[in-house]
């Protein structure tokens, strides 16, 4: 906490408020200008303030209406009301901007395509660069949006986004378990279509994590009850030619 508060005193831009979890206690909700602005934080903690931190995946604000007609804002993936209870949950739309070379044209929007976002304009600035403009979730722009666009353009186009409209739109809570329990840290908001391939990755990514036990660890992602991915760490096995 004090070191949020030094942070801030000469970088206006960053805001944090108080937040708690069942698996990692208490800790902070950090607003950043980006991904590359929250690493720059994060380093300066453990750097200037020698603080070793867990940093959990971004996530945005959503509405949701009840079917009782009762509306609030879902910050964190703990709030997903029950599924009975659900009437419409509304993501943050964005508004994106890209300036390209030509060439690179077909390679952005189809990137743009993969992150749901939706084709809208272009507009020719010469004979050799053209802005395209889209619409795109929020969700998807702020989860390393920027550095495959740059990759794919091998660093010559260059963005601008800004905020458009809350829309309904098909999202599901993915809780993460192991060993059949739910690590609330690790639970994620995505679209339906989208999930089970987060789910996947996340799930392999913890199998090179934690380490082997003397029994067989499953590592499952789930919608509900549905289980849509499972990744098995084997149990350690005795060396019965050790001696």
């Not at 208490?26 to 603080?51: A, D, K, P, W």
């Not at 192991?178 to 990514?205: C, Q, T």
Request: with cysteine.
């Amino acid at each position: 906490g004090d070191a949020l508060e030094k942070l801030q005193l000469n970088d206006s831009s960053l805001t944090y408020e108080t937040e708690s979890s069942q698996a990692l206690g208490f800790g902070y909700r950090c607003g950043f200008l980006g991904l590359l602005h929250m690493e720059i934080i994060q380093e300066r903690i453990q750097r200037e303030f020698n603080i070793e931190i867990v940093v959990t995946a971004p996530n945005v604000t959503y509405q949701v209406s009840l079917t009782n007609g009762e509306k609030f804002l879902m910050e964190n993936p703990n709030q997903y009301p029950e599924v009975t209870q659900l009437d419409v949950i509304c993501e943050p739309l964005m508004g994106l901007s890209v300036i390209s070379p030509n060439e690179y044209i077909s390679t952005i929007i189809e990137l743009v395509k993969d992150c749901r976002g939706d084709f809208r304009n272009s507009e020719v600035i010469d004979s050799t660069r053209q802005i395209l403009t889209f619409v795109i979730p929020l969700n998807e722009l702020i989860t390393q949006f920027f550095d495959r666009l740059k990759t794919r353009t091998k660093g010559y186009a260059s963005m601008d986004y800004w905020y458009d409209n809350h829309v309904p739109a098909d999202l599901v809570k993915v809780n993460m378990l192991i060993n059949g329990d739910i690590v609330d840290a690790l639970s994620f908001i995505s679209h339906r279509r989208k999930a089970p391939m987060i789910a996947r990755g996340l799930a392999k990514k913890l199998k090179d994590i934690i380490p082997q036990q003397m029994f067989e660890v499953a590592v499952q992602g789930s919608i509900g009850a549905k289980v849509i991915c499972r990744e098995t760490i084997k149990a350690l096995r005795k060396n019965v030619t050790a001696k």
